[in-house]
Every structure is written in structure tokens, then in C-alpha cells.
């Protein structure tokens, strides 16, 4: 009986698999690629993605503290409440394979082996999320749409979309965000589809789980929102309309109470988290990335833009889509809820977040745009070969024309994913640790290379830095034996201009990096220019004899090298840019101090 079973059990499976088995590929296709170069920095990682760092450290903190209120990571907790349990196994693991038995030890093992260790959890969660998201493409276009291709090609699409690629590489909130938001949609057009009232409940839960993981997440509420308004008051309706549902009235003022309730309820605890240090956020003035309204021409446009420049074909075509359909998109009971959350996403990004350069911010706009795009052109193209003699020539050139469509995405995808794993920053740290022999000394002019610190380098920071509050500095300094002699003896210059001592006696290399020839960029990052570069080379040269000895740029192109780059790593913005790249990160230039 029991081998029966499990013959059975066993074929059951095998025929779900044979059912699914397109979905099944893009969701592998879509977790590959996503999953792909996520340890390119692994274990020695720097603290430039601050939603991982700060995350973190707010749960060691609540594990040091034991308690929720010990700290504070920036953002609502919904995300903190989910990594930890995943936080607390990766840490039991950790001390069962290197045998650590105290928190103390934790602490030694993490500044000695890279705090990398447990930051990759949250590029695990941000994987999960973006492949995720992917299946739900899949589902509420499946909902919408009555051809196979029309659901399977949206999530092809998004599968290797650059930039929720690119998001799903780092621990950033962006793609809890749009998961929630997207799951938010899936429950409203469900409710839409079958009239029970409970996926508009879910719906509204799902929105406020994106308002908990960021602010940004708002977006969301406009999906439980406009189903409460279509529903209640009858928004659309036409008598000849075959895609109206029979009933009407189904949402009452008593359903709008209850999930209000559930919604204030939600985002009130996870905010509750970081209250002593959101409202002053919200009060700020004059700083343009804080939360006030300033509609400006510039900013009209951001959104747009840098969504085109990323994702020129189906963007474009979205807005081709959108201009010729616009009356059938609101006349379609589940099509409305995308164009309405895009049109809202749009009028906050636009007068609240939009901000140049930020291609995170672009997440959800995409999310929305791009999926719709490539499914209603399928539907279209269905629609077309219907009306044609030669269906079978109709449907090649179909199969042909989506193809070359999706390639474009496919070959930015993966060059991106090449350049991962091509870094200049972990090429000049490998170099370094290689060539650098015990007691000789790196310089640089920022806090730009993340590796294992030596001993000598914390007492120098300390002394001479300032630096009084890191966690890892003191814990190294209180641990003298564990860290003499070893790592690397990296010292920073924070505009202290110590151009004639450097770094001490024994300074062997200064390191010198810059993105940008000048700055001609608006909101670029804070990162040196070539020219302020080279005037720090100059200042270094009137007291040392200073000798080129090794180079990592991230591309070999001339008129990239004389202009610069911005960080196409953790800010994919412009295609034409992105293939001209054979790595990622800053120019870099190594100099042997000879005297």
C-alpha cells in the first residue's frame, strides 16, 4: 500500500510539473538571474547599501539588548520582523560550524571573518522577493488575459527586467515593496474577478505590509482604494458592458471602516518602531530627498525618463499602448486597477520621491508598466492573427517579433550580472592583499576599500581618526592577540590632508579613485572627481616620489575614461552606458610611495 502511494504521489507530481512546466522554467529562469553574483563581495562587504546595514545592526542590537526598542534601523520594522528568525538560524549555523559559544565570540568571528556572513540573508530575502513578484505577474495576468503567451510573456519579461534584476542583488527595501504592492493588485483583481469580499481584505493587508517595509510603499493603497470606490459607488458601469460583474453595492461603509482599521492598524505597529526618528524626518526642510511636496518641471519628468533610458523598448511601448487604449484600459474591470496604479505612483514619485538619478526609484513604475506592455501586445497580436488568412505565417512572425523585443532586456540583464562579478574595488583589495607584504601600510583619501582589518590599523583610527563609536574598531583593539599582524593595515585620510606623513612610517601604496572627470552630473554620488583626485596626487608629490604601479578601471573605452562613470552597480541608469562597461566600480590608480 504505502509503495502505491508513493507511485502515486510520486506521478501526481510529475504530471503538476508537466503541467506547469513553462511557469516552472521562468521562475527558475527568473530566480537564476536574480540569485546570480548576489556574494560578488562576500564576506568583506562595505557598508554602502545602508538597508543592510542598519537592518542588521538594529537586530544585533535587539539581540544584544533584548529588546525591540534598543535602536532604531531607519525604516518601519515589517522587514526586521521578517529577516530575524532567518537572522537567528544563520547565526545558530555560524556557531555550530566554527564553534561559538557566546556572543562575545559571535562578535570576534563576524569583524575577523566579514560581517558579510550575515548580511547575505538579506540579499536572500531581496532574491526570494523578486522571484516572487515574477509568479505573481504570472497570476494576475492570468487573471486578466485569455491567451497562455499573454501571462507567460509579461513574466518572461519582468524576469529579466534590469532593473527588479538589479534591485534583487541587494538588501534594499525596493523589492519587498513592490512584492507586497503587486500582491496587493493580485488580491484586488481577485475580488474583482469572484466578488468575495475577503481578497479585499487581503488586499488591504498586502498594502499595508508595502507601507511597513518603506514609505515609498504608499503606492499601494491606491489598489484597495480604487476597488472600494469602483465597488461602491458603481464607478464605469454601463448597462451594455459584458465585463461588469452582476452584482453591485458589494463594499459597504462597514467593510470600509474594518479595513481601514486593519490598515492603520498594520503600518501604526511597524511605524511605531522608528516614531522618535520618522517625524522629525517628516518636518525636515530644505533637503530635497526628504518627504515634501515640490512639484517642479524637472521632476515631472524623472520618472519617465530614466525609466526609458533603462528600458527603452517596452516602455515605449507602453506609452504607444496607453495613448491608442486608454478609454478600452478603463473600460476593462482588471486593466483600470494597473492604469490607476501606475497614474498614482506616478503623482507621488513626481511630487514627492522623484528624485535624478535614483534608478530605484523607478522599481515600481516598471513593475506596473513594462508587464502590461508586453501582455496587451500579445493580446493584440491574437487579435490580429484572427483576422488574417495565413495564421500559421501570422503566428511566426509573432513568435519572431516578441523575441527580438525581449532581447534587448535579456543581453542588458546579463552584461549587468557580468559586471557583478567584475569589480574594481574587490580586484584592488585582492591585488593588495597579495602584494602587500607584514608591516607595510595602504593610504587612501576615503573610506572606499571593505577587507579584514589589521590590528595596527584600528590603533591608528582610533588615534588619529577619531573614530570612538565603531563596533569594530573597539572590539579589535580589545582583542589585540586575535588581530596583530594580521589583515590588512588600510588607513583613511577624512580630510584631514595629511599629505606629508600619510599614513605613517611604512606607507607603501596610496590609493587614489575618482568617478567623474568634473562634476557634470546632477545629484551624482559623493564621490570624487578625477580633478580633485589628481590636486590631492600633486600635494601628495611635493613631499614623495610617488610611482604608478597598478591600475583597475572599469572600462577601456576613451571617451568613458575622459568623462567618467556614475556607480552602474548600485545605479544601473543609462543602457548605451551600461554595455560599454567591462566592470563595476570606480577608476582606480595605484601608487608605490618610493621614498
Not at 525591540?68 to 555560524?94: E, K, N, Q, W
Not at 478603463?330 to 486597477?337: A, G, S, T, W
Not at 606607507?507 to 570624487?528: A, C, D, L, M
Amino acid at each position: 500500500m504505502s509503495n502505491n502511494f508513493v507511485r502515486r504521489y510520486l506521478k501526481k507530481i510529475g504530471q503538476a510539473i508537466k503541467d506547469h512546466c513553462i511557469i516552472i522554467s521562468i521562475i527558475l529562469v527568473a530566480f537564476f538571474v536574480r540569485f546570480y553574483g548576489i556574494y560578488f563581495d562576500y564576506p568583506y562587504r562595505p557598508e554602502l547599501i545602508w538597508d543592510e546595514f542598519y537592518q542588521i545592526k538594529y537586530l544585533l542590537n535587539v539581540i544584544e539588548a533584548k529588546s525591540l526598542f534598543a535602536t532604531s534601523s531607519g525604516d518601519p520594522a515589517l522587514l526586521a520582523f521578517l529577516y530575524f528568525p532567518v537572522l537567528v538560524l544563520r547565526i545558530i549555523f555560524l556557531a555550530l560550524r566554527e564553534g561559538i559559544y557566546n556572543l562575545d565570540e559571535l562578535k570576534g568571528y563576524l569583524v575577523e571573518n566579514g560581517m558579510g556572513q550575515i548580511h547575505i540573508i538579506i540579499r536572500w530575502y531581496s532574491v526570494f522577493f523578486g522571484t516572487a513578484t515574477v509568479y505573481l505577474i504570472y497570476r494576475i495576468y492570468k487573471l486578466i488575459f485569455k491567451h497562455k503567451l499573454s501571462y507567460y510573456y509579461p513574466a518572461l519579461v519582468y524576469s529579466f527586467g534590469l532593473i527588479p534584476v538589479f534591485l534583487s542583488h541587494w538588501g534594499k527595501t525596493h523589492s519587498a515593496i513592490v512584492f507586497f504592492l503587486v500582491l496587493s493588485l493580485f488580491f484586488i483583481i481577485r475580488f474583482e474577478k469572484e466578488g468575495k469580499i475577503k481578497y479585499f481584505y487581503w488586499s488591504v493587508i498586502a498594502a499595508a505590509c508595502s507601507f511597513s517595509v518603506h514609505i515609498i510603499g504608499l503606492s499601494a493603497i491606491i489598489f484597495p482604494l480604487s476597488g472600494f470606490v469602483f465597488n461602491r459607488f458603481n464607478i464605469f458601469k454601463k448597462r451594455n458592458d459584458s465585463l461588469q460583474k452582476p452584482q453591485s453595492n458589494i463594499i459597504n461603509n462597514k467593510i470600509l471602516i474594518k479595513s481601514s482599521l486593519f490598515f492603520i492598524g498594520i503600518v501604526g505597529f511597524f511605524y511605531s518602531f522608528i516614531l522618535k526618528d520618522f517625524i522629525p524626518y517628516l518636518a525636515a526642510e530644505g533637503a530635497d530627498d526628504k518627504i515634501l511636496p515640490a512639484i517642479g518641471i524637472k521632476r515631472l519628468y524623472y520618472l519617465v525618463q530614466g525609466s526609458f533610458n533603462i528600458e527603452p523598448i517596452f516602455i515605449s511601448l507602453f506609452f504607444i499602448i496607453l495613448v491608442f487604449n486608454f478609454k478600452n484600459f478603463f473600460r476593462n474591470r482588471y486593466l483600470r486597477y494597473i492604469i490607476v496604479g501606475i497614474l498614482f505612483n506616478y503623482l507621488l514619485m513626481a511630487t514627492v520621491f522623484a528624485l535624478p538619478m535614483r534608478s530605484r526609484l523607478y522599481l515600481t513604475f516598471i513593475t506596473l508598466a513594462v508587464p502590461l506592455a508586453a501582455g496587451y501586445l500579445i493580446e493584440l497580436f491574437y487579435s490580429c492573427n484572427e483576422k488574417i488568412k495565413r495564421k500559421k505565417t501570422g503566428a511566426i512572425l509573432m513568435s519572431v517579433f516578441i523575441i527580438l523585443l525581449i532581447l534587448p532586456s535579456i543581453i542588458l540583464s546579463a552584461h549587468w550580472l557580468i559586471i557583478v562579478k567584475n569589480n574594481t574595488e574587490i580586484e584592488t583589495v585582492d591585488w593588495l592583499q597579495k602584494n602587500l607584504n607584514q608591516g607595510e601600510i595602504i593610504y587612501s583619501f576615503d573610506n572606499l576599500l571593505a577587507g579584514p582589518l589589521s590590528y595596527e590599523a584600528a590603533l591608528w583610527h582610533k588615534e588619529n581618526n577619531k573614530v570612538e563609536e565603531s563596533v569594530r574598531v573597539n572590539f579589535i583593539l580589545d582583542h589585540k592577540s586575535d588581530f596583530a599582524g594580521k589583515g590588512l593595515d588600510l588607513r583613511y585620510d577624512f580630510k584631514n590632508n595629511r599629505y606629508e606623513t600619510l599614513g605613517g612610517q611604512g606607507t607603501k601604496y596610496v590609493i587614489i579613485y575618482y568617478w567623474f572627470t568634473k562634476k557634470t552630473v546632477e545629484n551624482q554620488p559623493g564621490r570624487f572627481e578625477k580633478e580633485k583626485a589628481y590636486d590631492i596626487l600633486e600635494n601628495i608629490k611635493k613631499y614623495h616620489n610617488l610611482k604608478l604601479v597598478k591600475t583597475f578601471f572599469p572600462t577601456s573605452d576613451t571617451k568613458l575614461i575622459e568623462m567618467g562613470i556614475m556607480d552602474y552597480l548600485n545605479n544601473p541608469l543609462s543602457w548605451p552606458v551600461l554595455l560599454k562597461l567591462e566592470k563595476s566600480g570606480p577608476f582606480i590608480e595605484i601608487y608605490e610611495v618610493l621614498n
